[in-house]
């Protein structure tokens, strides 16, 4: 009949090597199907953040040649206020002396009794006087010209600080970038060890 415990079944043998084989295929499968999948989890990682990150840096370099514009567009700005401010100081100073031409021909028509050379200083004094308000017709172009470029001007400061203000924050995202990425690859290395 039965004979005892100590014998070695090579049956049983057989099937415990096959069961411990199929188990260790099983955990090798598992890991290798986990390293994957942290592997493709890694990989869309890095493009989702490298498609937001091209995005940042298309920002960076819009918000730097909108820059380099209003400074182009500053720069011609105050070259043009320059050019109105003295034709402004021009046309006053032309219109100042004009005024005082025709002050000078009022106190000598003043002086004059009726005749001839008063009514030619009379008609002398009326065609100056025309070309005095024309004078001053320019002039106050001129000022509502200078008055326009300066509002111009300030609302170009704020437009460029704005942009300045949007270039400081894409920076700050791209360097924040480098940070993510370290702080990524450290839980990446963390979750193997």
Do not use: C, T
């Not at 493709?40 to 370099?61: C, F, H, L, Q, T």
């Not at 820059?67 to 032309?94: A, F, M, R």
Request: aromatic letters at 2%; zero cysteines.
């Amino acid at each position: 009949g039965g004979a005892g415990g100590g014998g070695n079944d090579p049956e049983m043998e057989r099937k415990l090597r096959e069961l411990e084989e199929g188990r260790d295929a099983e955990w090798e499968a598992k890991q290798r199907l986990s390293k994957e999948l942290e592997e493709e989890r890694a990989k869309n990682m890095n493009v989702a953040i490298g498609s937001v990150i091209d995005g940042v840096k298309e920002d960076k370099m819009k918000a730097m040649k909108k820059i380099k514009k209003l400074q182009h567009e500053k720069k011609k700005n105050e070259e043009k206020s320059k050019k109105v401010k003295n034709l402004y100081h021009d046309l006053k100073k032309d219109l100042e002396g004009g005024m005082h031409s025709y002050k000078e021909l009022q106190e000598e028509f003043d002086k004059l009794e009726e005749g001839d050379e008063k009514d030619k200083l009379e008609e002398s004094m009326a065609e100056l006087l025309e070309k005095i308000e024309k004078k001053r017709g320019k002039l106050v172009e001129a000022k509502e010209a200078l008055a326009n470029l300066k509002a111009k001007s300030v609302s170009m400061d704020e437009e460029l600080m704005e942009a300045r203000a949007e270039l400081v924050s894409v920076a700050g995202v791209l360097s924040q970038n480098d940070d993510l990425r370290r702080k990524i690859q450290e839980e990446e290395r963390a979750k193997f060890e």
